[in-house]
């Protein structure tokens, strides 16, 4: 069993920048698949982010990419989201997930693993 807790939210203004990270306790999350994916009010969760477990690979929605970055630190069972020139758009709870393995899936369907969320705010 993985447990994921994802911090770093709030408010913040357009055009700012916020860190999301997300600690891994259970196991070491070094094989593993890390995903960022979001939902706001009234819309169904989407994906925004992904990273292989070696941090060689990653993907991003259309909306997102150029503005942010994901990354990930295996020493301290972590994975971060950057989150650059935000825009209120990007408001949403956003959530980690895992899945273990080589693939870096797209879908949530194919993620084991879920933290509880954590709310962004981006104000005009």
């Known amino acids: 069993q993985v447990q994921l807790v994802e911090s770093g939210g709030g408010l913040v203004q357009a055009g700012g920048s916020l860190r999301l990270s997300c600690a891994a306790s259970?196991?070491?999350?070094?094989?593993?698949?890390m995903g960022w994916f979001r939902q706001a009010p009234g819309k169904e969760r989407e994906f925004v982010a992904a990273?292989?477990?070696?941090?060689?690979?990653?993907y991003y929605a259309d909306s997102v990419k150029g503005r942010f970055t994901i990354s990930r630190d295996n020493t301290k069972n972590t994975v971060y989201l950057q989150m650059n020139s935000p825009k209120p758009e990007d408001t949403a709870v956003y959530y980690c997930?895992?899945?273990?393995?080589?693939?870096?899936?797209?879908?949530?369907?194919?993620?084991?693993?879920w933290g509880q969320g954590t709310q962004v705010t981006v104000s005009s």
């Open positions: 990273i292989s477990w070696s941090g060689g690979m990653t």
């Open positions: 259970g196991r070491t999350i070094r094989s593993y698949t």
């Open positions: 997930a895992a899945t273990r393995g080589v693939r870096v899936p797209l879908g949530q369907q194919e993620y084991d693993y």
